[in-house]
């Protein structure tokens, strides 16, 4: 089974017109406070690079999920956030797969605001993907945010991932798709956030990812929210105690079925009264 799932995996990867960037199903949970001041976390910066400037202390996320219940395409992500005076940095490592085709990447990202009303950041990445039986290959990619603080309330922002297009294999034909986001957050009260991000990537349609976070009561948040393009929606609770926080996330495919995740994230040096947004 495992033979004919990496030979599937194959065909689909070096057929495709350009690579599609491998993003956790539930992208649009774990990244939702990217596009605000006072509800990001330690992990939003994955999602755009710029929302590493509102980040207060140092933490750690670990974040995996079982996609659609199959072992074979796990995924696993780690983060860490360190703050400085001279702004802000972010480090990140994937894997997804299993022993017969697996993708792994490598991410520095830095991040710091120009001042009260602009934020701004880049990420550099390595990425690699492994067949035993077809080899291996490897590029670099880059990407870059900016967020606008409209108001107290309302926050913009703008992400570019790959525009220059990194190309993998030895006559660099395979191209690792371009993808440009616009996202717009609205801090409803200092409890109620919403978000939604119109995305394009390349030889894909039009993406648009609504969500929302809810702190129900101190220590306790729950999102949720849906994406078009592939008609799915996602939703889970995080709960909080001290400096560590952790969250039960679940995504549904229509065709597809459930993808169960877990995300937990600690704070250093900090005791933690209350989830974003208190």
Not at 78 to 94: E, K, R
Not at 192 to 211: A, C
């Given at each position: 089974?495992?033979?004919?799932?990496?030979?599937?995996?194959?065909?689909?990867?070096?057929?495709?017109?350009?690579?599609?960037?491998r993003q956790p199903v539930a992208a649009g949970y774990i990244g939702l406070g990217a596009y605000s001041k006072n509800f990001s976390d330690g992990y939003s910066f994955t999602?755009?690079?710029?929302?590493?400037?509102?980040?207060?202390?140092?933490?750690?996320?670990?974040?995996?999920?079982?996609?659609?219940?199959?072992?074979?395409?796990?995924?696993?992500?780690?983060?860490?956030?360190?703050?400085?005076?001279?702004?802000?940095?972010?480090?990140?490592?994937?894997?997804?797969?299993?022993?017969?085709?697996?993708?792994?990447?490598?991410?520095?990202?830095?991040?710091?605001?120009?001042?009260?009303?602009?934020?701004?950041?880049?990420?550099?990445?390595?990425?690699?993907?492994?067949?035993?039986?077809?080899?291996?290959?490897?590029?670099?990619?880059?990407?870059?945010?900016?967020?606008?603080?409209?108001?107290?309330?309302?926050?913009?922002?703008?992400?570019?991932?790959?525009?220059?297009?990194?190309?993998l294999g030895k006559n660099q034909e395979e191209k690792i798709a371009s993808v440009y986001k616009f996202g717009l957050g609205y801090e409803v009260s200092d409890i109620f956030?919403?978000?939604?991000?119109?995305?394009?990537?390349?030889?894909?349609?039009?993406?648009?990812?609504?969500?929302?976070?809810?702190?129900?009561?101190?220590?306790?948040?729950?999102?949720?929210?849906?994406?078009?393009?592939?008609?799915?929606?996602?939703?889970?609770?995080?709960?909080?105690v001290k400096q560590l926080r952790i969250d039960v996330v679940a995504s549904y495919h229509p065709q597809l079925g459930f993808t169960p995740g877990l995300l937990v994230l600690?704070?250093?040096?900090?005791?933690?009264?209350?989830?974003?947004?208190?």
């Amino acid at each position: 089974m495992r033979e004919y799932l990496s030979f599937a995996l194959f065909i689909i990867f070096f057929n495709a017109e350009a690579q599609k960037i491998r993003q956790p199903v539930a992208a649009g949970y774990i990244g939702l406070g990217a596009y605000s001041k006072n509800f990001s976390d330690g992990y939003s910066f994955t999602q755009n690079q710029a929302a590493l400037a509102n980040v207060k202390s140092a933490s750690a996320t670990v974040y995996t999920e079982k996609r659609f219940l199959i072992q074979e395409l796990s995924l696993y992500s780690a983060s860490i956030v360190l703050p400085t005076t001279s702004g802000n940095f972010g480090v990140q490592a994937d894997y997804f797969g299993f022993k017969n085709f697996n993708e792994t990447q490598f991410g520095l990202a830095y991040g710091r605001d120009l001042g009260s009303k602009v934020d701004v950041g880049v990420k550099f990445n390595y990425y690699g993907v492994h067949i035993p039986t077809y080899g291996s290959a490897s590029t670099f990619t880059a990407e870059a945010g900016i967020l606008l603080h409209l108001t107290e309330k309302i926050h913009a922002g703008i992400h570019i991932f790959n525009p220059a297009g990194g190309k993998l294999g030895k006559n660099q034909e395979e191209k690792i798709a371009s993808v440009y986001k616009f996202g717009l957050g609205y801090e409803v009260s200092d409890i109620f956030f919403i978000s939604s991000e119109i995305s394009k990537q390349e030889d894909q349609p039009v993406n648009v990812t609504v969500g929302f976070q809810y702190n129900l009561i101190k220590q306790f948040l729950i999102r949720g929210g849906i994406v078009s393009a592939t008609n799915s929606s996602f939703a889970g609770v995080g709960v909080g105690v001290k400096q560590l926080r952790i969250d039960v996330v679940a995504s549904y495919h229509p065709q597809l079925g459930f993808t169960p995740g877990l995300l937990v994230l600690f704070e250093f040096g900090k005791r933690k009264e209350s989830l974003p947004g208190e």
